[in-house]
């Protein structure tokens, strides 16, 4: 079976659809087969994005892209001050 890669504005809409539903009597298992996730989906997903709202997904996204960029950056500078440490030292 192919994955499927959810975004997590798509998660957060499944999440509320999922609320309303079990709201209305329906199960879990029920919900699951609705939105076609399995339960472990459903229930990972819960603990992650669980009581987020859409404005804190995305601000929670253009975060971890910052910090991706930030770590490149400090891996890049570290990568350069060891070159430049070495060939002031003169081992080369």
Request: proline letters at 1%; aromatic letters at 6%; glycine letters at 4%.
């Amino acid at each position: 079976m192919k994955r499927k890669l959810h975004t997590p504005e798509q998660i957060v809409k499944k999440l509320r659809e999922a609320d309303a539903a079990i709201a209305s009597g329906s199960t879990v298992e029920q919900v699951c087969r609705q939105l076609q996730i399995s339960d472990a989906t459903y229930y990972n997903w819960r603990k992650q994005y669980g009581q987020m709202k859409l404005n804190q997904v995305k601000q929670l996204k253009s975060l971890q892209k910052e910090n991706a960029r930030l770590k490149k950056l400090v891996a890049d500078l570290s990568l350069d001050k060891a070159i430049l440490k070495e060939a002031l030292s003169g081992n080369y």
